[in-house]
């Protein structure tokens, strides 16, 4: 089963930036989708951003302009840099394998504060 671990979390101030990432157990994550979700307290599940096998990349209009998703194929890592952060980005975020997702990470809480 593959594991997908997050990192990067944390408390950041309005307009300031984060960077997280995703370690993937398994080797060959150039072939697959590689997504971001994010859940806020009370509310479900939502779409960040994702990265296509052929490096198609799309946003939720909340976050254009301000994210970025990035992968590194050789560490089997996936990143998104977060910039002009806003409190209504404060939720757990997670890293998922395939779209739909079929694999999930644990989560990386991010709290921003005005």
């Known amino acids: 089963q593959v594991q997908l671990v997050e990192s990067g979390g944390g408390l950041v101030q309005a307009g300031g930036s984060l960077k997280l990432s995703c370690v993937v157990s398994?080797?060959?994550?150039?072939?697959?989708?590689m997504g971001w979700f994010r859940q806020a307290p009370g509310k479900q599940r939502e779409f960040v951003a994702r990265?296509?096998?052929?490096?198609?990349?799309n946003y939720t209009d909340s976050v254009k302009g301000r994210f970025t998703i990035s992968r590194d194929n050789a560490k089997n890592t996936v990143y998104l840099q977060m910039n002009s952060l806003r409190p209504d980005d404060t939720a757990v975020y997670y890293c998922?394998?395939?779209?739909?997702?079929?694999?999930w990470g644990q989560g990386t809480q991010v709290t921003v504060s005005s």
């Open positions: 990265i296509t096998s052929s490096g198609t990349i």
């Open positions: 398994t080797r060959g994550i150039s072939a697959i989708a």
């Open positions: 998922a394998v395939g779209f739909p997702p079929n694999s």
